[in-house]
């Protein structure tokens, strides 16, 4: 039985760090790419970062969507089977649900990684960005 976990979410200031972490079990966690999702309230879940499986180019390789590629650092842990995504300079905007997600295995790292349809998703952990 797959599942994903998500944890670290809290109420930050902004400019604050935060470091999100999602375990993994139920599923042979290096050959499958594995991202990071957020939904803001009131707005549509999207994409932040993901990285490759064992199957794909770079094994660990991280790839970001536009908005996170400065603030945002993901991490895939292999010997825990976990995933990790660190954000920097929180900002308010940052306030949302944060996801990990897993695709089926195949799905490559990627710009087109996002389009695909999640077979797995986490229950979320929630960052609070105020002051």
């Known amino acids: 039985q797959v599942q994903l976990v998500e944890s670290g979410g809290d109420l930050v200031q902004p400019g604050g760090s935060l470091t999100l972490s999602c375990a993994t079990s139920g599923f042979t966690f290096k050959y499958y790419s594995i991202g990071w999702f957020r939904q803001a309230p009131g707005k549509e879940r999207e994409g932040i970062s993901c990285?490759?499986?064992?199957?794909?180019?770079?094994?660990?390789?991280?790839f970001y969507k536009d908005f996170a590629k400065t603030r945002f650092t993901m991490t895939r842990n292999n010997n825990e089977n976990s995933v990790s995504l660190r954000i920097d300079n929180l900002e308010p905007d940052d306030t949302a649900v944060y996801y990990c997600?897993?695709?089926?295995?195949?799905?490559?790292?990627?710009?087109?990684?996002?389009?695909?349809?999640?077979?797995?998703w986490g229950e979320g952990t929630l960052v609070a960005v105020s002051s």
């Open positions: 997600a897993l695709p089926r295995r195949g799905v490559v790292c990627g710009e087109m990684f996002f389009y695909y349809d999640m077979e797995y």
């Open positions: 990285v490759e499986s064992m199957d794909g180019g770079t094994y660990g390789g991280a």
